[in-house]
């Protein structure tokens, strides 16, 4: 047997620390995500919270026979970290001793420890807890992590002050059919579709405010673009000069966030070979402009005037990539009609709005814009569009008492997510999706 000189650290190390400790025999601990074995050795791979780690049985230096290991397995590793140049890391792992804490029961109905996991979306998500240990799978929901980071500390640094509203509310915000009814208390009340009346509110307190946090949708759309429950990032400004400074905004801090997860998710932006899209400014184009363009370059009868329809988001994308080189594109003044009721209108034309979609790699990924501040002019319009102005009186309170100019948007995660992972599904950046057809896991 090899004689292996070294000190053992007692502490169990992170993976990211192995190449501190050199020359000793140390303890890290995951789960057997894959064994390979050789002639006369096998390669063990240990998944841990973040790294895939490769370690190294053989007879002349492991204690135990390779047959008590399964793959799953969670488990304590001694091993002597062995200098190595030949190896990317610098070292090698090579494994003394395992103490098993606890063995799967079953064999895996999918097999997950390949590049990817090769099986039907329905099956991915229907084993969710175990496709999700996949490599691939989970690094996408750390560069999740690493957007919302980025995010947060890009709002921080600008002043805002991160809130929390609430998800049971009296009234939908955007209005319409796609909003979750419940029983509160012998009275009605709605699952959230967004924090909007409450961010606001929340304007006449600090300013500026953001929240990340998950909003409901009751829409009936099977789609590949379509979630019932979703993670939507708002942020609301106050004392603004026009709609045009949430864009700025939102460019800066869409800048700020690709540049934070070069930064910080170089491993995950490498195993999902992610193209980061360079932000300098985003190109604008009225809708009535884009619907136009679309019509004319690629031959398409317009059917909907006030909205687009999913092709014509694609096709004013990969236009604007032709002619600009951006992956982005804001879409401003939407028709009024089709913008809620607290949408400000642009004084010039009454039938257009000040607001914007930004799109994405031919996806729309958020809606912003500004929004009334005066009390009289939010109940004409309300008025207009005979809505019961009574249901409204708490929201309206900020009105009345004295509000600034102001606005902001809300940015789908997933969505966004996705279109940055070039994904064909909004559902493979969700981590356990709710739709019209899944509850479960």
Known sequence: MIKIEGKLEKVVVEADELKNHIGNIVQIHGSIYKIRKMSDFAF???????????????????????????????????????????SKTGYDLKIKNINVLSAPEASSPIVINNKFVDTSIEKLLDFRPITLRNEKERAIFKIQEGIVDG???????ERFTEIRTPKIVYAGAEGGANIFRLE?????????????????????????????????????????????????????????????????????????????????????????????????????VKFTEAKELIAKEYHKEITDFDDFEPEEE????????????????????????????????NKENREETLSFDLLFRGLEITTGGQRIHSYREQIEKMKRRDMDIEQFES????????????????????????????????????LFPRDINRLVP
């Open 395 to 430: 929201y309206l309170m900020m009105h009345k008492y004295g509000m600034p100019p102001h606005g902001g948007l809300g940015l789908g995660l997933e969505r966004f997510t996705s279109k940055l992972l070039e994904q064909e599904n909004v559902r493979f950046s969700t």
């Open 314 to 345: 694609k096709l004013l994308c990969r236009w604007i990539k032709e002619r600009t080189g951006s992956d982005f594109v804001f879409v401003t003044g939407y028709p009024s009609k089709k913008r809620p009721f607290y949408a400000m209108e």
């Open 151 to 157: 995010i947060r500390e890009f709002l921080k640094k």
């Open 44 to 86: 063990v791979l240990l998944r841990t919270k973040r790294e895939i780690v490769q370690c190294i049985y053989t007879k002349e230096i492991s204690e135990f026979p390779l047959e008590e290991l399964e793959e799953e397995s969670c488990v304590i590793v001694s091993a002597y970290v062995q200098e190595e140049s030949r």
């Open 184 to 284: 509160y208390f012998g009275r009605n009340a709605y699952l959230a579709q967004s924090p909007q009346f409450y961010k606001q509110m929340m304007v006449g307190v600090y300013e500026r405010v953001f929240e990340i946090a998950p909003v409901y949708r009751a829409e009936k759309h099977d789609t590949s673009r379509h979630l019932n429950e979703y993670t939507s990032v708002d942020f609301e400004m106050g004392y603004i000069n026009s709609f045009e400074e949430i864009m700025q905004t939102e460019t800066m801090m869409l800048r700020y966030t690709f540049q934070y997860l070069e930064k910080n998710y170089e491993p995950e932006i490498k195993l999902l070979k992610i193209n980061l899209p360079f932000v300098h400014e985003i190109p604008a």
